[in-house]
């Protein structure tokens, strides 16, 4: 009920930028946290940033300084801007975003939800 659609990914070399993006779209009421998360191959899917609805952040240590995670809630996206890029950091990175479906009832609780991108591939190296 909830399709994020990610985007942004691809190839840079160690140093380099990438921004991604994340929008979300369906029957929404209410959009809490968002977030991104990585996974490289043969390990963990990690955290990477959240942002909650009213702008608090919290970052993983390993990307404090370099990534800002950023929202734009009249469109229900989340963005994700990567600087200084090192090749220990290429994944799959996945958006992730938790809030309440639209019922189309004012008189029904709103149930809720907790959605996860396709993943977009980040690759750094030279």
């Known amino acids: 009920q909830v399709q994020l659609v990610e985007s942004g990914g691809g190839l840079v070399q160690p140093g380099g930028s990438l921004r991604l993006s994340c929008a979300a779209s369906?029957?929404?009421?209410?959009?809490?946290?968002m977030g991104w998360y990585r996974q490289a191959p043969g390990k963990q899917r990690e955290l990477v940033t959240i942002?909650?609805?009213?702008?608090?952040?919290n970052y993983a240590d390993s990307v404090k300084g370099r990534f800002t995670i950023s929202r734009d809630n009249a469109k229900n996206t989340v963005y994700l801007q990567m600087n200084s890029l090192k090749p220990e950091e290429t994944a799959v990175y996945y958006c992730?975003?938790?809030?309440?479906?639209?019922?189309?009832?004012?008189?029904?609780?709103?149930?809720?939800?907790?959605?996860w991108g396709q993943g977009t591939q980040v690759t750094v190296s030279s």
């Open positions: 992730n975003v938790r809030g309440k479906l639209d019922t189309g009832s004012p008189w029904t609780r709103k149930p809720d939800f907790d959605s």
């Open positions: 369906g029957s929404i009421f209410s959009i809490n946290v």
């Open positions: 942002i909650s609805s009213g702008g608090s952040t």
